[in-house]
């Protein structure tokens, strides 16, 4: 049952039906759709006093690059207009008391769910990144740094890691900035492999939002900028969630 | 030196600027180039006999759709048109005995290496998949079953880890079928989410190969083919490997 009433929301969406299918789609409020402020949305994204553990932060793995880099970022949220997003094992807990489009229905919590880019738990031997959003230019910054579990070609990262991460930067980056919430499509064209280990930057922007879709780009590189790993755009679904009901 | 080299090189290919550079460059055969039979290709990368552990073989995760189309396509590698590729735990293992392009030089082999898309290996948590070949007609089939650290949306795998299954399979289809080694570009576009815990299967298909590039296709959708999960083209440029001198 799960399986089919997802895959009709999402194929109803996917193909501009949502007029003639209004039973199966996420309720949304027109007068106010896609009207939840950033400010609210970085609030319930980012909370204060939280035990959930926060896996964007600094250890014993980051190369001097990441880490200097990720200090020239946290000095900057101190004037409050770049944010650094926490994030958790799953997504499930970046969207706790919100529920998804209706007709859809989760599976059972009773599995070790991880979002993809938190799978490899082990400090540097997965992704090591960290995520920084700039609300009011709708733009994001991303430090990766791929550890030698997404080794494609021996010793630099797999293309399809770089993808995963690209999309987990606009994914969160798309929520956000506009309500975002599902990729539509990605194209990536890829410039260089990087070597396992070392530091990537990944410079996101919202280009613009029409049609219930945001459109956003996303450019890779080295930190001085020298060389570009890739460039690739995507576009991401808008749709509210509802907040849930108390208990 | 190798950040560097390796960046020069791969540069260089991007930009067509193979003539101009030959010192940085593979040497490349001219007269043989890319014209190592598929035979030879597939006889190097599935070997009779070797003591690697075999990944792309079925445990107690796979769903009955996985495990009974995985038993299909083994009877259809009786007639010799098909062929199950072994899956190592890195690409180290699968190109033995051969040179990466020279100007590079590969990280050391002393850390825990995997290829991305085995970097999970507890059984049913992360990929699970198998590729098997189809030589004469260039194209391949993947049964692919992501588990519950692969997780994007709740209950459904993230589209990043299609992604990189799908460049993954490129990748080795590309391989096999005209020596593509490096991923150019990947232009995919999302249908609908897939449910942890089911199968996807992803034909792939080469579509030409033109100018040192070969171009494919890929299709993921669910066994029946009734709903799309993606689909997505990609670009592989073609490198030969040449065999390392016996030590």
């Not at 007709?103 to 979002?115: C, E, F, N, P």
Request: aromatic fraction near 10%; charge should be positive; include cysteine.
């Amino acid at each position: 049952m799960m399986r089919t009433g997802f895959q009709r929301v999402a194929r109803l969406v996917h193909h501009k039906a949502l007029p003639r299918n209004p039973h199966l789609l996420p309720k949304l409020h027109q007068a106010s759709a896609f009207g939840s402020s950033t400010d609210s949305l970085v609030a319930r994204f980012c909370p204060e006093k939280t035990d959930l553990k926060d896996y964007a932060l600094p250890n014993a793995s980051w190369c001097p690059d990441m880490l200097s880099l990720y200090q020239e970022f946290l000095e900057k949220t101190k004037s409050g207009r770049w944010i650094k997003l926490p994030s958790f094992k799953s997504n499930r807990e970046h969207i706790q008391g919100l529920k998804l489009p209706s007709g859809l229905v989760t599976a059972s919590d009773k599995q070790d769910w991880r979002i993809f880019t938190r799978c490899i738990l082990l400090e540097g031997q997965g992704y090591e990144y960290v995520i920084f959003f700039h609300p009011s230019e709708k733009k994001s910054v991303c430090l990766f740094q791929p550890g030698p579990y997404l080794e494609g070609a021996p010793g630099f990262a797999h293309g399809g890691s770089l993808a995963a991460m690209m999309d987990e930067t606009f994914s969160k980056t798309a929520y956000l900035a506009g309500e975002g919430l599902f990729t539509l499509s990605l194209n990536i064209r890829f410039k260089n492999l990087i070597p396992v280990g070392s530091l990537a930057v990944l410079d996101i922007q919202v280009e613009k939002i029409e049609d219930q879709k945001l459109h956003m780009s996303c450019i890779a590189q080295s930190r001085d900028k020298q060389t570009v790993y890739a460039k690739c755009s995507g576009v991401f679904l808008q749709m509210q969630l509802e907040e849930d009901p108390p208990q």
